[in-house]
């Protein structure tokens, strides 16, 4: 499923900007148990370079091998604990998700659910998305993104480590089919003018409806992170981009 090239070059020590906090990965009894019964069912091991959360530059990810089957790809940036994830990969079984996420006791958690659920539609990669739609997704190969309230970096000082940028756009929009959607939610406003300047941007990316804020997807669940938003009193702001020639 994973391949690696055996000429491997680029071994120098990178301190890149990230867009998550390195938190300490101990997990409680039960996350530890959910790890080590479900990760070979679900997590996809990726070779690393320096960091836990790296992906080795010579690595890449036959998507047909690890799904057991070639079908339509949604890909989720950031799940958390899954609590979009698990209900949305449900309604779309005809679909294969793989999910990028940084925080390993989220993924244990995941773990316990995709497998009380029988959800047998979802990867994992435990690790920077950005590097994981770097080198594991294939040009044109996804068929939505979704990004459901990802890192606001509300200080000007922290703006860098958005996940959203120009760059990011360009690598998402790369990785995306003709016609492929890009659903992003939050509850900041200030980042939600921002994910529309980069996106507005970016030629091949067209808001839709255009310029009106997309209707929330049905099957988007209120998940925690969202109801805590709601209740200090910050309004949700879903967008949807369509990727267009
Ligand atoms: C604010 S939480 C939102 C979780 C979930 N999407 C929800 O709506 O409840 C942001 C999540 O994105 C993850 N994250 C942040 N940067 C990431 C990155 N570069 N690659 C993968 N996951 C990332 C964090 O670990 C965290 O779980």
Redesign the pocket.
């Given at each position: 499923m994973i391949g690696l090239a055996a000429e491997t070059t680029d071994l120098r020590v990178r301190r890149e900007v990230?867009?998550?906090v390195r938190?300490s990965n101990r997990m409680r009894p039960n996350q530890r148990r959910a790890w080590e019964s479900y990760r070979n069912r679900f997590v996809i091991d990726v070779p690393r370079q320096q960091t836990s959360?790296s992906i080795h530059p010579a690595a890449s990810l036959d998507l047909v091998a690890t799904f057991g089957r070639d079908a339509n790809l949604i890909v989720?940036?950031?799940?958390?604990?899954g609590?979009?994830?698990i209900p949305m990969a449900e309604t779309r079984p005809q679909a294969n998700v793989l999910a990028?996420?940084?925080?390993r006791p989220?993924i244990a958690r995941m773990l316990g659910h995709l497998a009380r659920d029988g959800i047998d539609n979802v990867r994992i990669v435990e690790?920077?998305?950005?590097a994981?739609m770097q080198q594991l997704v294939p040009a044109a190969s996804i068929d939505e993104i979704w990004?459901?309230?990802?890192?606001?970096w509300p200080k000007p000082r922290h703006h860098k480590r958005r996940?959203v940028t120009p760059a990011f756009a360009a690598l998402a929009a790369s990785r995306m089919k003709r016609g492929g959607m890009w659903r992003l939610?939050t509850d900041w406003a200030d980042y939600a003018d921002w994910m529309r300047k980069v996106l507005d941007n970016h030629a091949g990316l067209i808001e839709v409806p255009a310029r009106g804020g997309s209707p929330r997807l049905a099957e988007r669940p209120i998940?925690?992170?969202?109801q805590r938003a709601l209740d200090a009193g910050r309004q949700i702001f879903d967008l949807a981009y369509r990727r267009v020639d």
């Open positions: 990230v867009s998550f938190r959360t989720e940036i950031g799940p958390g604990a609590e979009s994830l990028f996420e940084v925080y989220a690790a920077d998305a950005v994981g990004m459901f309230f990802p890192d606001p996940l939610a998940t925690q992170f969202e």
